[in-house]
């Protein structure tokens, strides 16, 4: 445990910054009591109006999309507005916002993990469980995109009996692998993390269909020391694969746009450029959800002013990264000298969709700034709008790159305007439906913090301090012979 | 919350209390003695006091990983990551070969001359397909080093299980290390200042699977074996029947076929051609015709028009240009004056010669090309010289599609101009600029004449050196012998 001197702070702010001591990361708790703050949540019988509310709602939205998806596949993909030019529209645009969302997960769990920021383990549950949501949604829309959704097998190299085999040379192949490996590996340290906290629940459930649905989830986990050691030792390693894997997954994600010949797609600095953008709107999508989880499960004293500042602090630095990667692609259209390149920049930003770039730009490059004061960085309402402009902001950004590129792609004769049909919009509604109904389910059937990680980070009781034993030893199974 | 929870809520199914049933009835065994501790520290220090005891078959219980449990207890670094790194590369490997086989091999993709096997290309199936394999190892290691999952254990019959997934910590020295003994154990767990010392324990003989679990797997096992037992037939066997293909939508659209009757186009439109008629009275674009003479020369009548059509204007510009254009479309052929003695024309008549002596024996078909002055074409109407133009004769293709009407008549005008020009005498000069040309004629001839001088003279010098070689050589033989 650590042994370094924890500043006593009044309140809930734990925000200041002491040089003489470390700020503490949870306020106000023990290790039972944040077993019972956690797993309560859970265990409540009662099911809170504005949970079943928001869950309706959601699974409204839901509802809405797998009808639209029935529609489009009875009818076809001309259902959209996708058309030559704008071959790739919403579908694609959703698709590159969800996967983009789906960043900041992995990178708390991994990337904060392997650099040792303790603050994680508050939020890393929920943010890895918006992961695997947010990829579902993602994964969606190429697997309808593809119009003949029954032939989607042909994405994967599987023996067919045309004999013919997936061409690996093409962007769009190693997305499907890249974004394959991201969910599938996700939702394993997703749920390697929670596999002790499922024990935990397992060991305080007393209906039996719980205990057994519990049961069945936690594998049988005693939190043993020896499985323990190879538990953690394991999750460093998929922590270490996963940091890598999340790089890549943005970086493969952009090569299908940066591979093409597209003037305004055909540049080199996609790869670095989504990866910043995907772990700021992965970010912003964090904070929009954990700031109403937290005060509507009264979890304000574990997931503190500090953690959303810190997170703040990221969405700062990844929204002005992102601001540079918007000015050095308008410099590098103009010092590379390609006229065609110079003009689908300053068609970008003054021609047709000037408004939806200047959109981009007020969300994603100016709205964060304000964070640079720290009375807006640990300010709630702020936050809060800052965090919903900057998904408002970064979705228009893949619609920036998407449609404005190919809208005015090569022969001026075929330019033409993209307008979405109600379906597409039907259709984004809908993976907002889908996101929020898994949401729901998770945190009214899932511990949304990851218990076992922040008692690793709260400081050690001093022996006799601990809550009072019981007097009497709790019933033991009957032991008959010997 | 913990106050709302409401002890045992229900029963357990039964095959669940049937098993709990066994497990209490069957004879039983000790399986371990267990100590409680109330923070990390009293544990860590309880841990090396059993270590150092002496017991190899021993663990402790906690709610997260204890820092410096593993050195406490003893416990040896794990090989699992050995196990990913090898698993990563087995991935890494099969990505790569993957890609190999299928792209080269089983069905090699030639696209815009790029090599089959390029590496930049697979790097990112094989990075990723790296990272899968040892993801994935990780995770099932860690079950599988773990034993897990193990749904019973004699452990969960320790009602105090909640706590050591919660708050406390536990000590647990197990029944099959080679040095237990029930009183030693406790003794020591209470030197250490453990709490609530419990023996646990355990049914000799593990209870049976339950019958439904067993069924239900024999029956699930046999349903997965179905697919690969059709696959297999459908691969050792031979069958005349087309593939199976469930969806048909790109076989049978919903479509007009050429060569095909349809019943809905015979109800819209009493025909039930898929090629639907031209509404009577349509004019295809190239059938509108304004001006015949202008398109192809000829009159309404059928005849070659003997005028060039109206409002085409002849002056010194059109008859350059026709001069121009013919010199790059007929030349070749009709030769620069129009008499037929073109590059492609004396070529051939070379070649023909060639064959006539027996110096050649490819065979060739040549119609030579018209002299354009000849009294046939002389006596034609412009129409008429403009039609073959555009059409063509004989060998000769049609110009339509390479120069456009407007030159096209050009040229007619100019191959007037050419007729004219052959055997032309001074009378057909304009008075004014004949004395100009008598001129330019009296010069040229002069100049020919020096010309011819000149020739003769260089000639005749030639004739003189050559005679006096031969005299040398015939003057000294040996000389050359000599060489």
């Given at each position: ?197 499922l024990a935990t629940l397992r060991d305080r459930a007393r209906h039996p269909l719980r205990r057994l649905a519990y049961g069945v989830l936690s594998m049988g986990w005693r939190g043993s020391s020896r499985h323990w050691h190879r538990y953690e030792r394991a999750y460093i390693l998929l922590a270490a694969l996963a940091t890598p894997l999340v790089l890549s997954v943005h970086t493969v994600v952009s090569f299908d746009f940066a591979v093409s010949q597209v003037p305004g797609w055909h540049t080199t600095i996609f790869p670095p450029y989504f990866v910043a953008g995907a772990i700021f709107s992965g970010f912003a999508m964090v904070v929009t959800l954990a700031v109403p989880a937290r005060a509507f499960y009264g979890m304000k004293e574990i997931i503190t002013v500090r953690h959303l500042e810190n997170m703040n602090k990221v969405i700062l630095a990844t929204g002005s990264m992102v601001g540079y990667a918007y000015a050095m692609e308008f410099f590098i259209a103009w010092y590379g000298g390609n006229r065609y390149e110079q003009f689908a920049f300053v068609n970008r930003a003054m021609g047709p969709y000037w408004w939806a770039y200047w959109t981009m730009v007020s969300c994603n490059v100016l709205s964060p700034q304000i964070f640079w004061f720290k009375k807006a960085r640990t300010s709630i309402p702020i936050m809060m709008v800052v965090a919903i402009f900057v998904n408002i902001g970064m979705w228009f950004e893949r619609f920036v790159i998407t449609v404005t590129s190919l809208s005015r792609d090569y022969l001026p004769s075929s330019w033409a305007y993209f307008r979405p049909t109600p379906v597409d919009i039907g259709m984004l509604i809908g993976s907002f439906g889908l996101f929020f109904t898994l ?44 | ?483």
């Open positions: 445990m650590s042994t370094t001197k924890t500043l006593h702070v009044e309140g809930l702010d734990n925000s200041t910054d002491d040089p003489s001591g470390r700020a503490p990361l949870i306020l106000k708790h023990d290790y039972k009591s944040v077993t019972d703050a956690v797993c309560g949540v859970v265990e409540n019988p009662k099911i809170h109006p504005a949970w079943a509310l928001g869950f309706l709602v959601a699974l409204g939205g839901l509802g809405m999309l797998f009808a639209l998806i029935v529609h489009l596949i009875a009818t076809g993909v001309g259902v959209w507005g996708n058309n030559v030019p704008v071959a790739w529209g919403w579908p694609i645009v959703n698709f590159v916002f969800w996967v983009g969302i789906g960043h900041a997960g992995t990178l708390i769990s991994a990337v904060l993990f392997l650099f040792r920021q303790n603050w994680r383990t508050s939020i890393n549950r929920f943010a890895e469980a918006m992961t695997i949501f947010a990829v579902v949604c993602a994964g969606t829309f190429p697997g309808i995109h593809v119009g003949r959704i029954w032939l989607a097998y042909w994405l994967f190299p599987v023996p067919n009996q045309m004999l013919m085999w997936p061409q690996f040379r093409s962007p769009l192949l190693w997305d499907v692998f890249a974004v394959g490996t991201y969910a599938s590996v996700s939702l394993v340290f997703w749920y390697m993390g929670m596999i002790p906290d949401f729901f389910l998770f945190l009214r059937f899932l511990p949304m913090i990851a218990i076992s990680e922040v008692k690793l980070v709260m400081p050690e009781p001093e022996p006799g301090t601990t809550a009072k034993r019981e007097t009497t030893p709790l019933e033991t199974a009957p032991a008959s012979s010997n | 919350m913990a106050e709302n929870r409401i002890q045992d809520e229900g029963q357990d199914p039964s095959w669940v209390t049937n098993l709990k049933r066994h497990d209490e009835e069957s004879p039983q065994k000790v399986y371990a003695v267990v100590a409680e501790y109330d923070t990390p520290g009293e544990l860590l220090e309880a841990s090396r006091r059993v270590r150092d005891a002496g017991y190899s078959k021993w663990d402790t219980l906690t709610p997260f990983p204890v820092h410096g449990i593993d050195e406490a207890m003893g416990i040896k670094p794990t090989i699992l990551p050995w196990i990913v790194l090898c698993m990563g590369l087995a991935g890494g490997t099969l990505g790569l070969g993957l890609q190999y086989f299928t792209n080269t091999v089983f069905y090699p993709y030639l696209i815009s001359g790029k090599p089959m096997f390029s590496l930049p290309a697979n790097i990112p199936v094989t990075y990723e397909l790296t990272i899968l394999f040892a993801a994935f190892t990780a995770f099932f290691s860690v079950l599988g080093l773990s034993m897990l999952p193990e749904f019973f254990h004699p452990l969960f019959r320790l009602k105090r299980m909640e706590r050591y997934t919660n708050d406390r910590f536990a000590v647990v020295i197990q029944g099959n290390d080679p040095i237990f003994e029930r009183e030693r154990a406790s003794a020591l767990l209470k030197e250490t200042g453990g709490n609530d010392i419990e023996t646990i324990f355990a049914p000799e003989k593990t209870a049976p699977i339950p019958a439904p679990v067993v069924g239900v797997s024999v029956i699930i096992g046999a349903i997965l074996l179905l697919p690969p037992a059709f696959v297999a037939r459908a691969r050792f066997s031979k069958s005349e029947k087309p593939r199976i293909h469930i969806i048909q939508d790109m076989d049978m659209q919903q479509k007009f076929k050429a060569q095909f009757p349809s019943e809905l186009l015979q109800e819209l439109y009493g025909d039930p051609r898929a090629s639907l008629q031209p509404v009577p009275g349509t004019l295809a674009r190239q059938d509108f015709v304004e001006d015949d003479v202008w398109l192809d020369g000829k009159l309404p009548s059928g005849d070659y028009s003997a005028a060039f059509p109206e409002g085409f204007v002849i002056d010194e510009g059109m008859l350059e240009r026709g001069q121009q254009r013919y010199a790059i479309s007929c030349m070749p052929c009709h030769g620069l004056a129009g008499d037929g003695q073109g590059l492609v024309a004396n070529r051939a008549l070379f070649l023909a010669d060639a064959i006539a002596s027996g110096r050649a024996n490819t065979g060739m078909a040549w119609a030579p090309p018209a002299n354009l002055a000849d009294a046939r074409i002389q006596v034609q109407p412009i129409g008429e010289i403009f039609h073959t133009i555009s059409y063509g004769l004989n060998n000769m293709m049609g110009y339509a599609t390479q120069v456009n009407r407007e030159d096209r008549w050009a040229i007619a005008a100019y191959v007037r101009v050419l007729q004219k020009s052959q055997g032309a005498t001074l009378a057909d000069v304009p008075a004014e600029v004949r004395a100009e040309v008598e001129q330019e004629l009296v010069e040229a001839r002069a100049a020919a004449e020096i010309v011819a001088a000149a020739a003769a003279a260089e000639q005749a010098a030639r004739d003189a050196a050559e005679a006096e070689a031969a005299a040398a050589e015939q003057a000294a033989p040996e000389t050359e012998s000599n060489d």
